[in-house]
């Protein structure tokens, strides 16, 4: 498992056989992809491609597609699919388009992977980093993620995020800190919640800065490249103007991730609590969960200091478990990074947990939509209930992780406490 | 943030905490607590007698100087400080002893904070804000101890920035500013001051000198009579020596102590006695689930049915239906008498010249089914009545299938649905729309028509309706080929995939053919019922068997995966009744269905019938089924910790006499776990998993003259795949003892996972299906004992799928084959599952349970295994 070396053939193979798969996903169980595409663990009002296509219809007949209500995603995304020949009549081209996306996050992931910056930061070196994953295993565990796959062949927007953030990371790790500004503009200009990895972001860009253009300052950095960011946000909410005609996408796009006016259910937290809130709380509500979920940006990247990449990581577990739209493709990004911390597993503790409750949330929550949509013998708390497990098991992991990485930096300070039992309080 | 402090929450050690605090400490809380039951009568105002007011402060009032920390606001107040000031004056006092404690309190270390105070409030700020209560003790005791804590352990490091760890109670004081409402900063802050100045030790001289103290105590002897006094000798300047302060540092930093107060549950944890409870564990598990199950029919367990949505009625309007419709019933007798023998569609041109000439619209529609090499096809006729009092948004399905599922013609049951369709038309009392549908079969044209009723049809293999009414509310079948009279009525009520109707659908007909038309009512094809143990038993184990099998009883099932609540009735028996008593039962059910305001939704949809009135509802039996999926979960865990703990040498377990240093050592090496080989179990259960597809689609797609066959050499196969895994897997893989517990760890795992989910859909497939691989459970390499490992294969084998479908077929006395054909004809028309449950779920464990025990990992292959895994891992 861990000798895989990455030489240009494996790769090649490892990204045919799993585009391979994907194609025959969509081609040989022709039901598949939209039965994919309607369920509500993958396709949320912000990524379902079923909304896409809808707003791509009022797009090429020349009206607003903000006007139906149903379509929240970015207006740049329209312009790109109706330059594809049309899904109804020409599909392929979609899938491969698809299909692309996600080995493209492979590269990206390979490319984290070899860097080695998960074992060895600029500002710290993990005693366990000789045992680290292989790129193609990462890679691999990526590709032939169910999560992935699920997400691919339902077509959820989400893969693109994925795709742009993989790329910022992977940008950053090579040196190249204006790639990863430009690449998580991207981000954050499609799903909007990406905007608050920039912290983490610039603080792994400064430190893996090419020795002969570095610059010393982390003040005059930042400041260029929050510039550099904002521009490139500016250049593409300028394009969305030309493309939509009018600012109304705003609150169409962020809008709603903003206000959860949309109130679908899906695997995350809010929903439910937003269905059954008396309106007066509702803002006050809407605050409090924003303010959560921003305020582990400011103390994970402290803390962490000297491990940006993991800082990122729990960042993106943390995202996929509580902001306001998550799916599984949200999930697949956080599980894509997760090996690259294969030196700290041995110091976690419920690794085996995590997985069990993962899986056992998988199937149960099919299950228990299937009783309260179809069977009608169960009702909304029951998929509720198998989404607080599924968030459970993710945070878990989460926490199960952050532990490890603590204890790693711990035993650096501590050598004399290498392998004595501690408690977490 | 990890810290080798064990903080645990132990009762018994707060209860001696509390029973320890030292005297002065005590007077304190007595004193508080005191001031706050005086301050609750309203006569004497305590707080502005002793609280410090700046400007009441004057020679004769000097007394608030010392009395306005023992007095609060409100309990909560107090209770708060009294919270934070224990443990802070426990130590101070500790140290440096009682009578210490006392003169500073009352003197320097009180007045000096409040003057302190008094001079910013009343000449800097030029206000007058009164402050009372012990928090300012609190800043200034905190003080103290950060300074001390600061002089042991500088820094508190975040990320790469250094902390001084003075600095807590600063933010200590802020948060509280911030937080708290009506707290004085300015008073903690002058409290927190003179913490600080004394922490560093300027202060010292204020301190009454030992001497004198000494002399006291000697003098005065009746401080050491006092209980929980501590004198000059007990006190302890360096009782906590070079450890830290706990309580004056929130964020644990480094410290040299190890706690390593194991409590209970860790201790637990690493007794090796613990994992050799689970197998016995297990087998409680599935003997209580069944013991659960022979429990149902109790009095104590079961339930008397009842009708929970008030709006049926059932049973509470007269019934017309009779008298000259029996002549009516007749002639419709001979017209379908004519039709028997005739094709499909000129029975349907007829049926349907018949409902025309009622007035009522009709369609017709095609099907054609295809499955294992076999081609079922028909026509359906139904027409719609409707509602005079209606809105069309709303029907009823009265279905009555030309053949039941035996083949028998039903002569009556279509004679009787043409006489009631031309008796219901006469009625205006309807507010939903009728449909009287005829089918040609009763599994295939039923499936057909729902579907396309609700477009979720294949359109190349069934066409669309033609006319459509509203949302079904309930559907009743009659399945009537008896010619004599008959006694009582048989409900027969199980769906496709063990999906039930309402429960008060069967409540409703049972009241109204028991109760009203005084019929017999039986369930689950027992005739004669005499409500004992047995019957109720028979009655629900049988029900249970048709659920579990998921097939399709009748033409009802084809309506109940749409949520549509329906039945089949079906006369039995040699008796008295005649048509018109069935009819007037049918009459009655639809009165009820049409008094219906909402789709029934009130009663049980999950429940086990054991007898006609009684019940069991899901809560009181789904235990059952989860114990026994919970069983492959405790084992599949048991197995995971087991696979991660070293290998207990034997060593260790000789010298078991030094009790001591053993456990010493076992801490050591417990803590550090076992690298697990995840890859070749990962991949062996995988394997497993997809292999599932080749009998799923092969038993799904074969003609039907080759069923027999290929389910012969699959059990060949079923035979012989095991031992070739095995051989496969030992011959280039070896793989370890470790990775054997893995293999059957993750397969217990997903067993027990798809079993769960299961339970929640279909609970008597999980339980059947749980049970059947309940002897997974306890599978193991037997290495030493070829005798052991052949009796496991050999058990093994019995309880293959492949095993249980002969066994089951000889006991019915089916050919396997047509089992198999029944099972592609569910699957491909009705989407039947269980075929995914046995081949997807039930298989694969059992494939990798059969490899486990077949498994070769001895002691001796050890070195060899490992030079091999080294080799896999580079693969």
Not at chain 1, 192 to 217: G, I, N
Not at chain 2, 403 to 428: I, M
Not at chain 2, 573 to 595: C, H, K, P, Y
Request: net charge positive; charged share 15%.
């Amino acid at each position: 498992m861990d000798g895989g070396k990455v030489t240009p053939g494996r790769t090649m193979a490892l990204l045919a056989g799993a585009s391979v798969l994907r194609l025959a996903m969509f081609t040989l169980l022709p039901g598949l992809p939209d039965l994919l595409a309607g369920r509500v663990e993958i396709s949320t009002p912000v990524t379902s491609f079923k909304r896409l296509q809808e707003g791509l219809f009022l797009y090429n007949h020349n009206v607003s597609p903000y006007d139906g209500g149903v379509y929240h995603q970015a207006p740049l995304l329209l312009p790109l699919f109706s330059l594809l020949p049309s899904f109804a009549a020409f599909p392929l081209a979609t899938y491969m388009l698809y299909i692309g996306a996600d080995l493209l996050s492979a590269r990206a992931l390979l490319r984290i992977a070899g860097s080695g910056e998960a074992g060895e930061s600029a500002l710290f070196a993990s005693p366990r980093r000789e045992k680290r994953a292989s790129g193609l295993v990462v890679a691999a565990l990526f590709l032939f993620n169910p999560f992935t796959i699920a997400s691919c062949v339902g077509r959820s927007t989400g893969v693109f995020t994925t795709c742009a953030i993989l790329h910022a990371i992977a940008r950053a790790v090579s040196g190249a800190p204006l790639g990863a500004m430009v690449a998580l503009s991207f981000a954050a200009y499609l799903s909007m919640y990406p905007l608050l990895l920039l912290p983490p972001l610039l603080l792994l860009c400064y430190d893996r800065q090419l020795p002969k253009r570095a610059t010393r300052s982390l003040t005059q950095f930042a400041t260029t490249h929050l510039a550099v960011a904002a521009g490139v946000l500016a250049a593409l909410f300028w394009m969305s103007f030309l493309v939509a005609g009018s600012w109304e996408f705003l609150p169409s796009t962020y809008g709603v991730q903003l206000t959860l006016s949309d109130l679908a259910p899906n695997v995350g937290l809010w929903w439910y609590f937003f269905v059954e809130m008396f309106d007066s709380f509702r803002s006050f509500f809407l605050a409090v969960f924003w303010l959560h979920l921003s305020c582990y940006v400011g103390g994970l990247t402290v803390r962490l200091r000297r491990q940006p990449l993991a800082v990122l990581t729990l960042l993106l577990g943390i995202f996929a478990v509580f902001k306001p739209y998550p799916s599984i493709s949200d999930t697949s990004l956080f599980l894509a990074l997760v090996p690259l911390y294969r030196h700290v597993v041995p110091l976690m503790r419920y690794t085996f947990v995590v997985a069990a409750v993962i899986m056992y949330a998988t199937f149960l929550g099919p299950a228990f939509y299937h009783l309260w949509i179809y069977a009608g013998s169960g009702n909304a708390n029951f998929f509720y209930a198998i989404t607080l497990v599924w968030g459970l098991g993710q945070s878990l992991l989460v926490c199960d992780l952050t532990f490890a990485v603590l204890r790693d930096e711990w035993e650096v300070e501590r050598p004399e406490m290498v392998g004595k039992e501690i408690r977490q309080i | 943030m990890p810290s080798t402090n064990a903080v645990s929450f132990n009762t018994s050690r707060v209860r001696s905490y509390v029973f320890r605090l030292p005297l002065f400490t005590r007077a304190v809380i007595i004193v508080i607590v005191a001031f706050w039951v005086i301050g609750v009568q309203s006569l004497w105002d305590v707080r502005t007698w002793g609280a410090l007011i700046p400007d009441e402060i004057g020679i004769t009032t000097l007394y608030r100087l010392n009395t306005f920390p023992f007095i609060h606001l409100n309990a909560f107040h107090a209770i708060m400080n009294i919270l934070a000031l224990t443990p802070l004056m426990e130590r101070f006092e500790a140290e440096h002893g009682t009578l210490t404690s006392l003169a500073l309190f009352f003197g320097p270390l009180t007045t000096i904070p409040s003057f302190i105070y008094l001079f910013v409030e009343k000449f800097i700020l030029r206000s007058n804000t009164s402050v009372m209560g012990a928090s300012m003790w609190v800043f200034l005791l905190l003080g103290m101890e950060a300074i001390r804590t600061y002089k042991v352990n500088p820094y508190l490091v975040v990320a790469t920035h250094n902390i001084p760890t003075w600095t807590t109670p600063i933010a200590l004081l802020l948060c509280v500013a911030a937080l708290v409402p009506s707290s004085s900063f300015l008073g903690h802050l002058s409290g927190l001051v003179v913490g600080y100045v004394c922490g560093l030790g300027y202060l010292k001289f204020l301190a009454p000198p030992e001497r004198i103290l000494r002399w006291v105590e000697s003098k005065v002897n009746i401080f050491g009579r006092l209980p929980h006094y501590v004198n000059m000798d007990q006190k302890t300047y360096g009782r906590f020596g070079v450890l830290p302060s706990s309580g004056g540092s929130p964020i644990g930093g480094p410290t040299t102590a190890k706690g390593v107060v194991g409590t209970g549950a860790l201790r637990l944890r690493r007794d090796p006695r613990i994992l050799k409870l689970p197998p016995y564990l297990s087998l409680l598990c599935i003997l209580v689930g069944v013991v659960w199950l022979f429990l149902l029919p109790l009095d104590d367990y079961s339930r008397r049915t009842y009708i929970s949505e008030n709006a049926l009625l059932p049973g509470q309007v007269h019934t017309y239906f009779g008298g000259s419709d029996q002549n009516v019933f007749r002639a419709y007798k001979h017209e379908v008498n004519a039709m028997v023998g005739k094709g499909n569609i000129e029975i349907n041109d007829k049926l349907e010249s018949i409902v025309k000439g009622l007035g009522l619209k009709a369609g017709r529609q095609n099907f054609t089914y295809s499955a294992a090499g076999l081609v079922y096809s028909g026509e359906n006729v139904y027409a719609i009545l409707q509602a005079p009092r209606g809105d069309a948004t709303e029907a009823i399905v009265l279905v009555a299938a030309w053949e039941n599922v035996k083949q028998e013609l039903n002569r009556n049951g279509v004679a009787l649905a043409l006489t009631l369709a031309r008796y219901f038309k006469r009625w205006s009392l309807w507010s939903k729309d009728i449909v009287f549908l005829v089918t040609p079969d009763s599994i295939a044209g039923p499936q057909a028509w729902v579907d396309a009723y609700h477009d979720a049809h294949d359109s190349s293999r069934v066409d669309s309706l033609p006319i459509k009414s509203g949302a079904l509310q309930g559907a009743i079948a009659i399945d009537y080929s008896q010619e004599s009279r008959f006694e009582s009525v048989h409900i027969v009520y199980d769906g496709v995939n063990g999906q039930l109707p309402n429960l008060d659908l069967i409540n409703s007909v049972v009241s109204i053919a028991g109760g009203q038309m005084g019929m017999g009512v039986a369930l689950q094809e027992m005739w004669h019922h005499n409500d004992q143990y047995p019957d109720r038993l028979r009655t629900m184990l049988r029900g249970m068997l048709k659920q579990g099998l998921g097939l399709a009883s009748g033409p009802h099932s084809s309506f109940i995966p749409y949520h549509v609540d329906a039945v089949t009735l079906q006369p039995f028996g040699d008796g008295w009744q005649d048509e018109m008593a069935m009819g007037r039962v049918i009459e009655g059910t639809f009165r009820s269905l049409n008094n219906l305001l909402e789709h029934l939704h009130q009663s049980f949809f999950f429940y086990l019938l054991m007898q006609r009135e009684r019940f069991v509802s899901i809560g009181t039996y789904l235990p059952s089924a989860m114990l026994v999926a919970i069983n492959f979960t405790i084992m599949a865990i048991a197995l995971w910790v087991k696979s991660g703990q070293p290998e207990s040498t034997p060593a260790t377990a000789a010298d078991g006499a030094e009790a001591a240093g053993e456990t010493v050592t076992k801490l050591n090496t417990s803590t550090l776990a076992v690298e697990r080989e995840l890859f070749l179990p990962l991949g062996v259960v995988t394997i497993c998993q997809f292999l599932a597809v080749i009998p799923l689609y092969l038993f799904n797609h074969a003609p039907e003259n080759m069923l027999t066959p290929a389910f012969v050499i699959f059990a060949v196969f079923n035979a012989v795949l095991p031992s070739a895994l095995s051989s496969v897997l030992t011959n280039y893989y070896a793989p370890s003892a470790q990775q054997y517990q893995l293999i059957k760890s993750f397969s217990l795992l997903l067993l027990g996972m798809f079993l769960a989910s299961l339970a929640t859909l279909n609970f008597s497939l999980a339980l059947l299906v749980g049970l059947l691989a309940s002897p997974l459970t306890f599978m193991r390499p037997w290495p030493q004992s070829p005798v052991l490992r052949a009796a496991c294969t050999v058990l093994l084998n019995a309880v293959s799928p492949t095993a249980i479908l002969v066994a089951s077929a000889a006991y019915w006395r089916l050919d396997a084959g047509a089992i198999l054909r029944e099972a592609a004809f569910a699957w491909h028309v009705c989407g039947m599952n269980s075929p995914v449950v046995v081949w997807c779920v039930w298989w694969p464990a059992w494939l990798a349970g059969s490899i486990t025990v077949l498994g070769k990992s001895e002691e001796t292959k050890k070195k060899t295994s490992t030079v091999v895994t080294v080799k896999t891992k580079a693969l």
